[in-house]
Structure formats: structure tokens, C-alpha cells
């Protein structure tokens, strides 16, 4: 995502030496390394975005995941999905749809490419047994929401065959335009939910981004409570900076875990923070730790 470091560029300058001082307040320094963790909780399916981590190559990386409980690795393609089988992993959100965040589904001239992508990909997805697709809504450039709403809508209307023959759930993810991503449609979880009102299939939901929702309008776990059965998917990540997700931000994640194991999800919350301490695979192992209530 388009924050400090970009995920369309996925390049990382981050090293991978030692680990800097444990958070002491959530998680002690015993916890952290490179060791395979204690066994998880099992109440979050945990992901991971790959984008996050570009400097390690990604078989190296399926390999540290396994190691530290998480299912998925995720925001990957068709051609990485024989690595992921190799390792046991899936991929929790595909991602690869044309026109990517700026170009998507609330502009009608977008939608033959859009749709031929998800007839074209939904099988293979399935084959694999990966469950979810990635779309956007694109940027409004003038457009009202009501129009981009009814836009967005017959695109999806348009996808939802396919998406229910083969089992796969396409997830539109709700971004920041006040930051990160300036213009974005789909940035408010109340213009989501009415969407997924008007497309009216259970194989369409949201992908509620926990940091982005944090930026735009706050209110994280009384939304989640009140918007749950929309939601297919979760991200994480520090506010501000989208960093680790520990003390040195203003979300208190266990609590936020809590209210989404509450509401009876049983998809994925991917850690989707840019890691800033120099051991950036211990940062991955803290949160997946700090999220596993």
C-alpha cells in the first residue's frame, strides 16, 4: 500500500540483524527469535503479507512462517501457488486483479478486463483451495458515491457466478484516502457494507484493514461488532507509520482480536505492518504473538 514504502513496489531496505529490545509490556524478549514458537491458541488463522518482508526470498519465508504458526502467506499470484502447496501454506488473499488500487471496479470501461481476471483466476484459486480474491473500488476522480456504488455493484454482479461456482470470496479491501491512499473510493466501512447490501451474494465481502479503518474513522470494535457478517478478511498494522503493532502505537490489538473472535470469524487476520527494528522476522513473530488471544 501506498504508505512510506510502497506495496505496488514491495522493495524493503530493512536489514536482518539482531533483534532490537522486547516490548516488555505485551510481549517478553524470551518470545522473540528465530526458534519455532509454543503452540498457537488457535482462535485467529493467522496470514502474513509477503509484501512486507521483500527482501526474503519467498520460499525462505514460507519456511519462517511455518515455523511460527501462521497458515497463509498472502497478497501473492497464480505462479506462487505451487511454492505455498510445497510449504503447506495458502494463500489467504490473492491478489493480482488489473488496474490494481487506482483503477478498479467503479469505472465501468475497467470492468471486461476485471471480470475476464476473476473468470480466468477463480479456478486456479480454488484448485488450490486458497479462499479469497483481492479487488478495489479505484479512486472516485470527481465520481459521487451513490454512482460509484451502482458501478461498482454491476461490476460485481458480473463476477459473482463465477465466484460462487468455485467457492472463492472476492474481498474489496477498505483503504485510507486521508493518508496513504488519496482519492480512494471504498474508505469508509458504511459505503462497503451498503455494497455488499446491493451485490447481495455471500462470496462478496470486505476486507477490513484495521489500520487504515483506525485512520479514517476510528470506532474499530464497535464497527467490526456491527458490520461483522460483511467482512471476509482482516490486516494489520500500526497507527501511526503502519509499523509494529505493539506498545509504540495507539491500537491495543488483543483487545481489537478479541472482538473479531467474538463475533464467530473463521477467515484470516493477516499482519500486514512494515517492520522497522532490524530483525524484521522477530517484529512478524511479536505480532502474530501479540494477535494470538
Not at 527469535?33 to 502474513?48: D, N, Q
Request: with cysteine.
Amino acid at each position: 500500500m501506498k504508505t512510506k514504502v510502497s506495496r505496488r513496489t514491495a522493495i524493503q531496505h530493512l536489514g536482518t540483524g539482531a533483534v532490537a529490545l522486547a516490548f516488555t509490556s505485551q510481549l517478553p524478549a524470551s518470545t522473540l527469535g528465530a526458534e519455532p514458537t509454543a503452540k498457537l491458541k488457535g482462535r485467529i488463522r493467522h496470514s502474513v503479507c509477503k509484501w512486507c518482508y521483500g527482501k526474503i526470498p519467498l520460499e525462505e519465508f514460507c519456511v519462517s512462517a511455518k515455523q511460527m504458526g501462521i497458515e497463509s502467506v498472502e497478497l501473492l499470484e497464480v505462479r506462487d501457488f505451487p511454492l505455498l502447496k510445497k510449504h503447506d501454506l495458502v494463500c489467504g488473499m490473492v491478489s493480482g486483479v488489473p488496474g490494481g488500487i487506482e483503477n478498479g471496479l467503479n469505472r465501468v470501461e475497467n470492468h471486461d478486463k476485471i471480470v475476464q481476471f476473476f473468470e480466468q483466476t477463480s479456478p486456479k484459486v480454488a484448485e488450490y483451495g486458497h479462499p479469497n480474491i483481492i479487488c478495489f473500488s479505484g479512486n472516485r476522480r470527481g465520481m459521487s458515491d451513490e454512482q460509484g456504488l451502482d458501478n461498482c455493484a454491476a461490476g460485481l454482479k458480473r463476477i459473482m457466478p463465477v465466484a460462487e461456482k468455485h467457492k472463492v470470496t472476492v474481498c474489496m479491501e477498505l483503504l485510507n484516502s486521508k493518508r496513504d491512499h488519496k482519492d480512494y473510493m471504498c474508505d469508509h466501512t458504511a459505503w462497503g457494507a451498503e455494497l455488499c447490501r446491493r451485490v447481495g451474494s455471500e462470496r462478496f465481502k470486505l476486507l477490513y484493514d484495521i489500520y487504515h479503518m483506525q485512520i479514517m474513522e476510528g470506532d474499530i470494535i464497535a464497527t467490526i461488532r456491527e458490520n461483522s457478517k460483511y467482512i471476509g478478511h482482516y490486516h494489520t498494522g500500526g497507527v501511526p507509520g503502519r509499523n509494529e503493532i505493539d506498545e509504540t502505537q495507539e491500537i491495543y490489538y488483543p483487545v481489537v482480536m478479541q472482538a473479531i473472535v467474538a463475533t464467530g470469524f473463521k477467515g484470516f487476520v493477516a499482519q500486514e505492518f512494515i517492520p522497522k527494528r532490524p530483525d524484521i522476522l522477530a517484529s512478524l513473530k511479536q505480532g502474530i504473538q501479540i494477535c494470538d488471544v
